[in-house]
């Protein structure tokens, strides 16, 4: 017993850095201590060349492009299995009606950032002839980072509160809408857009079709050989590679049924072996402490850059989400699809100011929406680093609305046939014939643990 306690301990504590992120988190603090001691030799390091002047399809393979186009492959493939899982019975997108209003919610947690972003760009920069270019980066504050809005829910309503599920299927969904956002709206300036190639990432999805039909059971052989030709695809068509997975994941096998986003103890017997399942049960662990690579590589800012960009960002990722899904999210009560039981407007509005942890996804888009020689990317990602400074703010708000208590149940007279409305019937009718309820056992629909 005795010789397993060291193992024990190395696996508690490699689970309390996943948990809490703490490997992004230290790629920040790192990444912003030497870019500040040293720029020089900050960006000498993340644009090193490891393999000389070896180039790929006319890209240098410096470590930024390394990470940010082949690394974060995995990392969005793995935002693409939560999204594939969630439709399945049991999951949260399953049935349509139960999952309308956190998706209203969702698309006002787009709307409302990208309008303050826009409105306050040409507000600010009227006149400047610069704010054109600045309102470009209009998606960096529509994503939410998924981790962290799920560690910060926990913290501010409680582990068990219904509004943390609401925020985690929000986050999952509105990163769904920003992977469209990089693919349709960023693209690399450097290399004209060239759609023919994207015959090549239809070629890869057939061919993860057909290693589905014949029943495959790795997901490796989904990654190497599909993955691979749609990143060559997209790279050519000159879309970002990071969303290489995105159309592969959903034809890796998976389970009848959705095991839950997070679950708080998993062992053998929760652990499915599905392909999807296995993709992401032996990729979180490297992909999880691999974000401190990304976080270095990608947040390193001079403070001295700060500028009115900055707060346009951190303005529309607390403002602009926490009006935008609150506005949504009531307009689909108004409609007659409510909130999840236990909620109420004061847990949606701290939910939507949770949602403003804009970290990963933000950093990400600031380096697509802007170039490395202009004067706003540096900004720009300060603003996504500040958004973790959400956490306090939200802390504050949660213990100022008591949200940790939940809401008293709604009036059932109140819930009759008063609320129903034709919606109602074609959300219905949807979910019966898209996707046919199954049944599922309670034991299986629970939240997933940072571990996998």
């Keep these: 017993m ?41 960006h000498t390091l993340v644009h090193y060349k490891p393999l000389g002047d070896v180039a790929l399809f006319g890209h240098p393979l410096t470590l930024h492009f390394l990470i940010n186009d082949v690394f974060m492959v995995l990392f969005f493939g793995i935002a693409a299995k939560e999204i594939t899982e969630s439709v ?11 999952a309308v209003n956190p998706l209203m919610g969702t698309i006002g947690g787009v709307v409302g950032p990208a309008l303050c972003f826009l409105v306050l760009s040409y507000t600010v920069y009227s006149g400047t002839g610069q704010a054109d270019t600045v309102a470009n980066g209009w998606g960096i504050p529509t994503a939410t980072d998924i981790a962290l809005a799920w560690l910060v829910a926990r913290l501010v309503f409680g582990a068990t ?30 290399h004209p857009v060239h759609p023919e190639w994207l015959g090549l990432v239809a070629v890869a999805m057939g061919l993860a079709f057909a290693m589905r039909r014949m ?18 695809g997209l790279l050519m068509a000159s879309l970002h590679p990071a969303l290489t997975l995105v159309p592969i994941v959903p034809f890796m096998p998976g389970p009848n049924h959705d095991l839950g986003l997070y679950t708080e103890h998993e062992d053998e017997e929760q652990h499915g072996h599905s392909p999807l399942e296995e993709f992401e049960h032996q990729l979180k ?71 403003g942890l804009g970290l990963t996804v933000a950093l990400f888009v600031s380096g697509e929406a802007y170039s490395d020689a202009g004067p706003f990317q540096g900004p720009a990602k300060m603003g996504a680093v500040l958004s973790a400074g959400v956490a306090f703010f939200a802390l504050a708000f949660g213990r ?43 034991t299986v629909i629970k939240a997933r643990s940072g571990e996998r």
């Design 2 to 42: 005795s010789g397993s306690d060291p193992q024990t301990k190395r696996r508690s504590l490699v689970n309390l850095m996943q948990e809490f992120s703490l490997p992004l988190l230290a790629g920040v603090v790192v990444s912003l201590i030497l870019a500040n001691m040293d720029s020089h030799l900050y």
């Design 88 to 98: 399945l019975p049991g999951g949260p997108l399953n049935p349509i009606r139960k």
């Design 161 to 190: 509160h219904p509004a943390v599920n609401f925020l985690l299927l929000l986050a999952v969904a509105d990163d769904a809408l920003g992977l469209g956002i990089i693919a349709i709206f960023y693209p690399d300036p450097a």
């Design 215 to 232: 029943g495959v059971r790795s997901w490796v052989p989904y990654v190497v050989f599909a993955g691979a030709l749609s990143w060559v």
């Design 285 to 355: 662990l490297p992909v999880d402490f691999g974000l401190f690579f990304f976080a270095f590589a990608n947040a390193g800012v001079a403070f001295g850059s700060i500028n009115a960009v900055t707060w346009i960002v951190l303005a529309s990722l607390i403002v602009g989400k926490t009006i935008g899904i609150t506005a949504f999210s009531t307009f689909a009560e108004r409609l007659g699809f409510p909130l999840p039981e236990g909620m109420s407007t004061r847990h949606l509005v701290v939910a939507g100011l949770v949602a």
């Design 400 to 442: 100022l609305f008591r949200v940790d208590k939940l809401a008293p149940p709604r009036d059932e007279a109140l819930e009759g046939p008063g609320l129903h409305t034709p919606l109602h019937d074609v959300a219905a009718a949807i979910s019966s014939t898209v996707i046919p309820a199954r049944p599922v056992s309670s």
